[in-house]
């Protein structure tokens, strides 16, 4: 689990409550059932509208990287390349297709494939350079989401707001009714500004960190298969792909 994402939301949440009960507020005021059923779904529509389903679809799942984000072990995989350098230049490419039914990580289990029927190191570094490309444009489409879900919300928050002012205005002659109304519009921009500014839009960032490290962990995979293909010297392809990482 990622740490730092925990403490940063409940951070968030203690700072905007903490604030409310500081000033003599109560927490109960900042629940308001109808004014986060306005913003939490107009801005899931907002967004299902603007977006292909597989994209969608993909974005939702992906939220989940940003408390259980993907290993990405770059010493291990160094010393791995490292490993097969050796072999491969003792006993031959071939020798290395013992490693691909082990490999979990489908990227490397494509290159070691092409790299053991021998395809040329240009050919073969255009092949996972498309793949790279297309991974990461397909992630990106995916964080976008929940861009978009930050930028919808506040003013969704706003529609809410002017709903809740549209009610009171239509029950001026019934004061029991005024209170909710007033409470659906000023509680509805605070779900849309909050949502927006403390989750979503954070959200949106670390997940495109999170790609962008997982496109450097690919590009140093395809670093050291070209470096094998090459017969480069084990030492040489290990030094190359430390400057990838932070030993």
């Not at 498309?130 to 930050?150: C, L, N, T, Y």
């Not at 949106?204 to 050291?224: C, H, N, P, S, Y």
Request: hydrophobic residues 50%; aromatic residues 8%; charged residues 15%.
């Amino acid at each position: 689990m990622d740490k730092i994402s925990v403490v940063g939301l409940v951070v968030a949440i203690f700072a905007i409550v903490g604030g409310q009960v500081l000033e003599g507020g109560h927490v109960a005021s900042l629940i308001q059932a109808t004014a986060f059923v306005i913003v939490v779904g107009g801005t899931l529509g907002a967004v299902m509208l603007q977006s292909p389903w597989h994209t969608f679809r993909h974005g939702i799942v992906m939220a989940k990287w940003v408390f259980f984000p993907p290993r990405v072990e770059f010493a291990r995989l160094t010393q791995q390349i490292g490993n097969w350098s050796t072999i491969s230049r003792r006993e031959g490419l071939l020798a290395l297709e013992g490693f691909i039914a082990a490999q979990k990580d489908e990227y490397i289990k494509k290159g070691l494939q092409l790299l053991v029927d021998g395809v040329e190191p240009e050919r073969m570094r255009e092949i996972l350079e498309v793949q790279i490309g297309a991974f990461e444009e397909e992630a990106r489409q995916a964080a976008k989401i929940w861009e978009s879900a930050g930028g919808y919300s506040p003013t969704i928050g706003i529609l809410g707001a002017v709903m809740g002012l549209i009610h009171v205005m239509e029950n001026l002659t019934d004061p029991a009714k005024l209170g909710g109304g007033i409470a659906v519009a000023f509680v509805a921009t605070i779900y849309g500004v909050g949502l927006a500014n403390l989750v979503f839009l954070p959200m949106a960032k670390k997940l495109i960190a999170l790609i962008a490290r997982q496109v450097t962990f690919r590009e140093m995979i395809l670093d050291g298969l070209i470096g094998l293909a090459n017969g480069d010297n084990p030492r040489i392809i290990e030094n190359r792909m430390h400057g990838y990482y932070i030993v």
